[in-house]
């Protein structure tokens, strides 16, 4: 279900979180339960609810998401590869209602997905 809002609390600095980047458009952080070595978040400061929400306005955004996933991948050694997902509303897995790419490696992935 989606309930509260927490990374709208990690981007407020109301709470803390291990942040790996930083910048005007997003910040990415390790996820608190990680389902691989590496698990880390990346989430654009707008809020935007799920990925149903976005707009051509928000092209930059997500170009953004994409281009920090490459330089983390490269900073945490994934060059072996490494998986992205979104997850869209109840259905898809989505727990938390702000946008977000997980950012997953460090071990082989299987497909498909649960
Ligand atoms: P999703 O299920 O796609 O909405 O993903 C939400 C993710 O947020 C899950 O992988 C959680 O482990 C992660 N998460 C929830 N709370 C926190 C937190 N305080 N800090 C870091 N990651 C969190």
Avoid at 81 to 91: E, M, P, Q, T, V
Wanted: with cysteine; proline share 7%; aromatic share 4%.
């Amino acid at each position: 279900m989606l309930n509260d809002n927490i990374f709208l609390k990690i981007i407020d600095k109301h709470i803390p979180a291990r942040i790996l980047h930083e910048d005007d458009l997003c910040l990415a952080f390790h996820d608190i339960g990680p389902q691989a070595p590496v698990h880390v978040l990346i989430v654009p400061r707008k809020v935007i609810r799920t990925h149903d929400d976005l707009t051509a306005e928000d092209a930059a955004i997500i170009a953004r998401l994409h281009l920090v996933a490459i330089q983390l991948a490269k900073q945490l050694g994934l060059e072996k590869g490494y998986r992205l997902i979104i997850n869209c509303k109840d259905s898809g897995g989505q727990s938390v209602p702000h946008l977000h790419m997980h950012l997953l490696g460090g071990r082989p992935m299987s497909w498909p997905p649960g």
